[in-house]
């Protein structure tokens, strides 16, 4: 594979100018809590967007409101910290309302921290557009891009101005090479044994690693061969040693592995079995399941715990980590090496799993048993027919699935039919995502031509 690492893309302004309604239009999704009160994002929200073509991560930052104990005034110490990582930074005012001196104030650090930032007036909807712009050409950024996030207005034109800003993609593009080369990025949160794994595997000191959280300053990458195999691995803590507080090396250690995953085959998430499952950990693994990689689940430090508190770490993977359990996982130790061959050979399997070419015939013949087992439920009256699948890609596997009224295909039947694929392909810690396609109708749009004897009956019907 050759990939390139996602550019960054933080939304950023005061509270409620609607940051982080942009951010679920973008990503068409809910993850950002939407209120019409100040404040309401307290934390930042990391998700996938394509804009104009190009995939990014994309920031929805808290609100940029003067705190007396923030590094600067005006920019709160997490999104400062977070506007430091972006490649390019959409400035959120309020169109509705006149310009303001926190305005001033974030423009005037914006334009200190040397990012391409685009300045968006938001809610600019049933007011004059031009006035609405005009009026924030004082804050001396780019030319005022106007939009109405609620409405999804503007928002193509908007895509267009943040991707002229964004940097150049030319390796952006998925090919799959011949070369034997398995890229591996290890994530997880910061002090869980990503570096120590990173020198086990390579036999070399390459990361500090100390017994303190965010010991590693920058992304390490490492070539090692294995039993005929290339691999190329990366450790992607990337937390630099500062005096950040426990959230924003999160923040960082989150955009860090977003950005690993897209340029790895298979991920392993590291987690701390002394510690058990965190919310954090469970968010990694939700990023890695919508990259489309494939996803081992990896515990580190497993002899430094007992027999007990094994049991527990495994039965909170079951429940807090159910929605990955297709993952296979791993017990290891990084200090001591134990457990490194079953590591390797889940690898293998996983990669094996997400490279497999599946045929037409076959997926067919699959969702014709699991149809006959178990056909699609009435929604609305109304229940999918589903004719027949053929491979859709890899990275992430993607099944498509043509038939009729296939809008009607809940989710628990979707999973019912990615369990049955999953089983009969065997395809082990990869997930899968299917694609349902309406069959086109041929006589849709023509009339029905009646016969001269069908002609006949009508006209006598209508005599009656």
């Not at 690492?5 to 973008?26: D, E, H, Q, Y």
């Not at 090479?177 to 869980?192: F, S």
Request: glycine share 8%; with cysteine; charged share 25%.
């Amino acid at each position: 594979m050759n990939r390139s690492a996602l550019p960054i893309v933080v939304i950023a302004g005061r509270p409620n100018v609607g940051k982080s309604t942009l951010f679920n239009a973008l990503t068409r999704t809910r993850d950002a809590l939407v209120a019409d009160q100040p404040g309401v994002t307290r934390d930042r929200i990391y998700g996938r967007a394509v804009i104009d073509g190009t995939e990014v991560v994309l920031v929805d930052t808290g609100g940029l409101d003067p705190d007396p104990d923030s590094l600067v005034r005006g920019v709160g110490r997490q999104t400062q910290f977070a506007l430091e990582e972006a490649d390019v930074i959409a400035f959120v005012v309020d169109g509705r309302g006149a310009v303001t001196s926190e305005d001033f104030e974030i423009a005037a650090r914006l334009r200190q921290l040397g990012k391409s930032v685009v300045l968006v007036v938001n809610k600019t909807d049933g007011i004059d557009v031009d006035t609405a712009t005009s009026e924030f050409a004082v804050l001396g950024l780019s030319e005022p891009v106007p939009i109405a996030a609620a409405h999804r207005r503007g928002l193509d034109h908007l895509g267009a101005v943040i991707a002229a800003e964004l940097p150049g993609q030319a390796d952006d593009v998925e090919t799959r090479d011949t070369q034997d080369t398995i890229r591996l990025a290890l994530i997880g949160r910061p002090n869980v044994g990503k570096s120590t794994l990173l020198n086990r595997l390579t036999g070399d000191e390459r990361a500090v690693t100390a017994d303190m959280p965010g010991t590693t300053r920058d992304p390490i990458a490492a070539e090692i061969d294995r039993d005929g195999r290339h691999y190329r691995l990366v450790d992607t803590a990337g937390i630099r040693r500062k005096r950040h507080r426990h959230e924003e090396v999160e923040s960082l250690s989150t955009l860090k592995a977003m950005q690993a995953m897209q340029q790895a085959d298979v991920v392993c998430l590291l987690l701390d079995a002394g510690e058990g499952i965190t919310d954090q950990d469970a968010r990694l693994a939700g990023h890695a399941a919508d990259a489309g990689r494939a996803l081992i689940i990896v515990f580190n430090k497993w002899d430094g715990i007992d027999e007990r508190q094994r049991k527990t770490c495994l039965q909170d993977a079951g429940e807090k980590l159910k929605f990955v359990a297709w993952a296979p996982v791993v017990i290891l130790s990084a200090l001591h090496g134990s457990g490194l061959a079953e590591l390797f050979d889940a690898i293998e399997t996983v990669y094996d799993a997400a490279c497999l070419k599946l045929s037409s015939g076959r997926l067919s013949r699959v969702l014709t048993k699991a149809v006959e087992a178990h056909s699609p439920p009435v929604v609305n009256r109304f229940a999918a027919k589903l004719r027949y699948a053929h491979p859709g890609g890899n990275f992430p596997t993607r099944v498509v699935i043509h038939g009729n009224r296939t809008e009607h295909v809940p989710p628990a039947y979707q999973r019912f039919l990615i369990n049955r694929f999953r089983s009969e392909f065997d395809l082990v810690g990869v997930p899968i995502q299917l694609i349902f396609r309406d069959s086109e109708n041929p006589y849709a749009g023509r009339r029905n031509k009646l016969t001269p004897r069908q002609v006949k009956r009508r006209q006598r019907i209508r005599k009656r």
